[in-house]
């Protein structure tokens, strides 16, 4: 994942960029940047590597040296940004958030019509952002070039493009990532997370729709394309990604985990009886305060997560190091967990390790019944549109390792939408194999309607591949 931010201002923009990308740090843990046009348009760009120390720390200093009216800047899972690019285009910074998915296809196809050689590369393949540069450069303006790279690439894409006047910002073709201008008397900031910038003094002024491109300078936001209709919003960013008090669409993320809560405890109404509501924090934590509220039983911390050094949600892309992490994360309250019956809720489950985990140190520290109620359905297909699974294989998920085991190598897609429907025996059945292999005293998870109606826009605008294999 990753997160974005910009700012045009008619004054100095660094420490507002500074404080908006910082604000996004939830989104990623591998590289932040900063690029800032300075007073003698000259672009001054920084970039760190924060597996091992936040954004802030890194950042501090630079900052005091960047100082100009424009900036743009990102928190990033994958490759160093923003990148600096002088082309027939002039000379821009830009940097994205996303996920291409045909990125090998549209290399080869680049280079076969010309195109030398690409100069970034990240973890032995290339730069996904300087792939989305070669694609604008391929037209006679940047604005076509975004339209272009738009119309090419599969998975999803947005983008801020700072040039010596202003900035673009482009969200995606279908909306599945947020992009957000807030503004306030000096100027106007771009932002993945509508909170970013509310400490910082801009008032929500317009979100993007799908596929919108806006130009924006001190002075004003044009609109260069306008938005589509058809919209596939991640559903994830409320159950998972989003920030607590960030806002898509209109839907505040906390009120979402509440309702989602609400319609767990509707479903599991007088079928068991347990001390305790808890949340896998930190997402899972809303979730928990949501069945609680509805449900009428006692909301607790069983666990709490030690933030002095594992203070961001996002773990290495190890997963080893991220299964020994997520344990040494949580330090446990044993009066709340010897000889409870505790209800726990977690965002999701993908692998089931580090869940089986989590159980597993609540039996060892005395608890007499775990219940498991994940805030989503089970995951049937891996993402395609944010990584969201970071999985290298749907072999990795629980739900398609339980399939094979039941129907054998070469399962179809017509088999596997069996497993998603929550009224089939095929469902039944995988979520009692789920329930058995990571030591859960009962399992449901949450329906995908409910989740839908927990969200409260129109389904069709949301997407839910990952669920229910649907684009």
Avoid at 198 to 227: C, F, M, R, S
């Amino acid at each position: 994942m990753g997160g974005i931010f910009g700012v045009a201002s008619k004054e100095d923009c660094s420490l507002d960029l500074f404080f908006g990308v910082d604000y996004h740090s939830h989104l990623g843990t591998r590289r932040g940047g900063l690029a800032v046009l300075t007073d003698d348009k000259k672009f001054h760009r920084s970039i760190h590597n924060i597996q091992n120390s936040p954004f802030r720390t890194k950042f501090e200093k630079d900052i005091e040296t960047m100082h100009g009216h424009l900036g743009i800047g990102c928190i990033s899972d994958y490759e160093p940004q923003p990148l600096l690019v002088h082309s027939h285009l002039g000379s821009f910074a830009i940097t994205t958030v996303g996920i291409v998915t045909n990125k090998k296809e549209l290399e080869q196809e680049i280079l076969d019509g010309g195109y030398t050689h690409f100069l970034e590369m990240s973890g032995g393949e290339i730069n996904q952002t300087e792939l989305i540069v070669a694609l604008i450069n391929h037209k006679k303006s940047i604005v076509e070039g975004i339209k272009f790279v738009q119309e090419k690439i599969k998975g999803s894409i947005t983008m801020l493009i700072l040039t010596e006047d202003g900035i673009y910002g482009a969200r995606d073709k279908m909306g599945r990532t947020p992009l957000q201008v807030g503004k306030k008397d000096n100027g106007y900031c771009l932002s993945f997370e509508s909170f970013a910038y509310v400490n910082l003094g801009y008032k929500d002024y317009h979100e993007l729709g799908p596929a919108e491109i806006v130009y924006v300078t001190p002075d004003k936001v044009e609109t260069l394309q306008a938005p589509r209709k058809e919209m596939k919003i991640s559903t994830f960013l409320w159950c998972y990604y989003g920030y607590p008090t960030s806002s898509y669409e209109g839907v505040n993320v906390e009120q979402m985990r509440y309702n989602c809560g609400k319609f767990l405890a509707r479903r599991d109404k007088d079928s068991i009886e347990p001390d305790s509501v808890a949340g896998v924090p930190d997402s899972g934590t809303a979730h928990a305060i949501g069945y609680a509220n509805e449900s009428g039983i006692p909301f607790s911390r069983p666990f709490i997560k030690y933030t002095p050094t594992w203070s961001r949600s996002f773990m290495p892309t190890n997963q080893n190091m991220r299964n020994l992490i997520a344990h040494m994360k949580l330090i446990p309250v044993q009066p709340l967990i010897k000889g409870k019956k505790i209800l726990l809720i977690d965002d999701s489950i993908v692998r089931g390790t580090q869940l089986r985990e989590t159980t597993d140190f609540l039996y060892d520290s005395g608890a007499k019944e775990v219940h498991v109620r994940p805030a989503c359905p089970p995951i049937m297909f891996g993402c395609k549109y944010l990584n969201f699974s970071r999985s290298n294989s749907e072999m990795d998920l629980i739900t398609r390792r339980i399939i094979k085991q039941f129907e054998g190598e070469n399962v179809s897609k017509e088999t596997i939408k069996k497993y998603c429907d929550p009224d089939s025996k095929e469902y039944a059945n995988m979520c009692e194999e789920i329930r058995k292999q990571l030591h859960f005293t009962t399992l449901r998870f949450h329906r995908l309607d409910d989740m839908l109606d927990s969200v409260g826009i129109a389904p069709d605008k949301m997407c839910t591949y990952c669920w229910n294999g649907e684009e």
